[in-house]
């Protein structure tokens, strides 16, 4: 196997606007199996790092060095947020998850994480299944979200942080978390933006869905009643609640002038394509639930499950992820600031003491 050539230049990498305080970044091929990858490692104050894998058909190396620096830094601070003894990580492979994507490939990123001798620990995120974390499990231990390593997809643990997270913030906005008769644009049907349409729906919420994946879409519509948008106007529907639910970046000066929603809370990472953007939320009067806090239900599920011992404790701390928002909410506004700020403060007073510790 050898180091993954690319057209990113080192000097790049290292002046790269996301590169920040990361410890490690490896890039990884094998021709072989096709596998290009891109393993980022945050921070590991307070544990190894873990976070996801993602498969996507990114345009160039560039787009995917960006990608796995901004959410392995999105993994610090949802780890320390959660209360988990975490750093966070990232990895991401550069291949079409519907085409590309093999048990071999997966195999093959296995090997590489096992060369980072437990430094970084993988888990499931877009473009992943379930069976993909067993294949990489055969070449690594450092790997979770396995049946081996306790409660298998995280997924419907994410789903259920959002679906607390939305009554949380739809508590703050309208004054009660009863989200019967709300209408919620809901943007991704994946496994986790699916789920979360699911609780909506059985809460009384009237969807709007939107997904590049067709099937997904026509599944919704005759399971949920709901109806269907272009996943590009999904932000500009009249809806009570935007849910984004798919890739991050989505919250920038190219849509948010067009939300007419009053609450911004979804499970997509990295929603905020630059800091400015979460100021516009606010200056336009949109609540904003900060993205690393809201769908840490699956890392909770990765973390703290173990083999047999059942779901209570994941669900509880997950559970909790609407009193951790409105924790964050009553904050920002006490202090005049945003969610986003609230959320990245306290996560640092933990790593903070984390360093000095």
Same mark, same amino acid.
């Given at each position: *196997?050898?180091?993954?050539?690319? $057209?990113?230049?080192?000097?790049?990498?290292?002046?790269?606007?996301? *590169?920040?305080?990361?410890?490690?970044?490896?890039?990884?091929?094998? @021709?072989?199996? +096709?596998?290009?990858?891109?393993?980022?490692?945050?921070?590991?104050?307070?544990?190894?790092?873990?976070?996801?894998?993602?498969?996507?058909?990114?345009?160039?190396?560039?787009?995917? %060095?960006?990608?796995? =620096?901004?959410?392995?830094?999105?993994?610090?601070?949802?780890?320390?947020?959660?209360?988990?003894?975490?750093?966070?990580?990232?990895?991401?492979?550069?291949?079409?998850? @519907?085409?590309?994507? !093999?048990?071999?490939?997966?195999?093959?990123?296995?090997?590489?994480?096992?060369?980072?001798?437990?430094?970084?620990?993988?888990?499931?995120?877009?473009?992943?299944?379930? /069976?993909? *974390? /067993?294949?990489? &499990?055969?070449?690594?231990?450092?790997?979770?979200?396995?049946? #081996?390593?306790?409660?298998?997809?995280?997924?419907?643990?994410?789903?259920?942080?959002?679906?607390?997270?939305?009554?949380?913030?739809?508590?703050?906005?309208?004054?009660?978390?009863?989200?019967?008769?709300?209408?919620? $644009?809901?943007?991704?049907?994946?496994?986790? +933006?699916?789920?979360?349409? +699911?609780?909506?729906?059985?809460?009384?919420?009237? =969807?709007?869905?939107?997904?590049?994946?067709?099937?997904?879409?026509?599944? #919704?519509?005759?399971?949920?009643?709901?109806? &269907?948008?272009?996943?590009?106007?999904?932000?500009?529907?009249?809806?009570?609640?935007?849910?984004?639910?798919?890739?991050?970046?989505?919250?920038?000066? @190219? !849509?948010?002038?067009?939300?007419?929603?009053?609450?911004?809370?979804?499970? #997509?990472?990295?929603?905020?394509?630059?800091?400015?953007?979460?100021?516009?939320?606010?200056?336009?009067?949109?609540?904003?639930?900060?993205?690393? #806090?809201?769908? &840490?239900? +699956?890392?909770?599920?990765?973390?703290?499950?173990?083999?047999?011992?059942?779901?209570? %404790?994941?669900?509880?701390? !997950? %559970?909790?992820?609407?009193?951790?928002?409105?924790?964050?909410? /009553? @904050?920002?506004?006490?202090?005049?600031?945003?969610?986003?700020?609230?959320?990245?403060? *306290?996560? /640092?007073?933990? =790593?903070?003491?984390?360093?000095?510790?």
């Amino acid at each position: *196997m050898n180091a993954l050539h690319t $057209s990113i230049h080192h000097s790049a990498v290292f002046d790269h606007p996301e *590169m920040g305080s990361h410890e490690d970044i490896v890039f990884v091929q094998d @021709r072989k199996t +096709g596998l290009r990858a891109i393993i980022a490692v945050h921070d590991t104050t307070l544990g190894p790092a873990l976070g996801g894998c993602r498969v996507w058909p990114y345009e160039n190396p560039s787009d995917a %060095l960006t990608d796995a =620096l901004r959410l392995s830094r999105g993994m610090t601070y949802k780890n320390s947020l959660a209360g988990l003894d975490l750093g966070g990580g990232k990895a991401v492979i550069i291949a079409d998850p @519907r085409k590309d994507k !093999t048990a071999e490939m997966m195999e093959a990123f296995g090997r590489h994480v096992e060369r980072l001798s437990g430094t970084y620990i993988t888990a499931e995120d877009v473009g992943v299944s379930p /069976e993909d *974390m /067993e294949a990489v &499990a055969r070449q690594t231990a450092h790997v979770r979200g396995t049946q #081996a390593t306790g409660l298998g997809d995280p997924s419907p643990y994410t789903a259920l942080g959002v679906f607390e997270g939305i009554k949380a913030s739809a508590k703050h906005v309208f004054g009660s978390s009863d989200l019967d008769g709300k209408t919620v $644009s809901v943007q991704g049907l994946g496994h986790v +933006g699916y789920d979360v349409a +699911g609780r909506l729906h059985e809460a009384g919420a009237k =969807l709007i869905v939107s997904d590049i994946h067709a099937p997904a879409v026509l599944r #919704a519509i005759e399971t949920f009643g709901a109806t &269907a948008v272009d996943p590009g106007e999904a932000h500009m529907v009249d809806a009570d609640i935007f849910a984004p639910c798919a890739l991050g970046a989505g919250l920038n000066a @190219r !849509t948010i002038p067009h939300i007419q929603a009053k609450v911004v809370a979804g499970a #997509a990472n990295n929603q905020l394509q630059t800091p400015a953007d979460g100021e516009a939320l606010k200056k336009r009067g949109i609540l904003y639930a900060p993205d690393y #806090a809201i769908n &840490a239900g +699956g890392v909770i599920s990765i973390a703290l499950a173990t083999p047999g011992g059942g779901d209570k %404790l994941v669900r509880e701390k !997950t %559970l909790a992820i609407g009193d951790t928002l409105s924790t964050i909410f /009553e @904050r920002a506004d006490r202090e005049g600031t945003t969610p986003e700020h609230v959320a990245d403060a *306290m996560a /640092e007073e933990r =790593l903070a003491k984390g360093k000095t510790a």
